[in-house]
């Protein structure tokens, strides 16, 4: 794989939205995350630690998204450089990403259908903030108790339609 020409951003995005993309909408304005110099420092990280960065960037778009769309799902994303600016949360890596659209999208993380720990956090944080939402038994019992499913741009189309 060649060398990334744009930034690698985690776009939690509600079912709705992400079906909307894979049908040719694209986003004027979207809150992400991505790997940012107060992102390591949050998490303890130097530039050399990439995977874990990235790693622990979509964990945060995962809470940020349950918090707001009662949802974990995040799309990896890589977008040039003059679409992504200032955003929300930016000591946790919180960007503001324009005109996202499908070709973007590289694949996308979900909880599979129907956990229950998953109901649980979701009620636990909703409209709550990102460092509050983290900070919840309900979240913290999530993380340990699943995983997100890694899954192709192809499957985004069928989102919701085949569980």
């Known amino acids: ?8 951003v985690f776009v939690p995005c509600s079912p709705e939205r992400a079906l909307a993309l894979s049908d040719g ?24 630690d990439d995977e874990d960065a990235e790693y622990g960037c979509m964990l945060l778009a995962s809470v940020w998204g349950l918090a707001q769309y009662g949802t974990r799902l995040v799309l990896v994303a890589e977008v040039p450089q003059g679409q992504v600016g200032e955003g ?8 503001r990403v324009s005109g996202l659209r499908l070709g973007h999208v590289q694949s996308f993380f979900t909880d599979e259908a129907g956990q229950s720990l998953v109901a649980e956090a979701s009620r636990a944080v909703e409209g709550l903030g990102l460092d509050e939402a983290w900070e919840t038994d309900e979240v913290q019992q999530l993380m340990r ?3 997100l499913l890694w899954h192709s741009v192809e ?3 069928r989102l919701g ?3």
């Open 88 to 95: 929300d949360d930016a000591d946790n890596g919180g960007v």
């Open 25 to 48: 909408e694209s986003f004027a304005s979207c809150q992400a995350f991505a790997v940012t110099p107060s992102l390591l420092r949050a998490l303890d990280l130097t530039p050399a």
């Open 145 to 147: 108790g699943t995983s």
């Open 155 to 157: 499957e985004l189309a």
């Open 1 to 8: 794989m060649g060398a990334m020409s744009g930034v690698l």
């Open 161 to 163: 339609k085949d569980v």
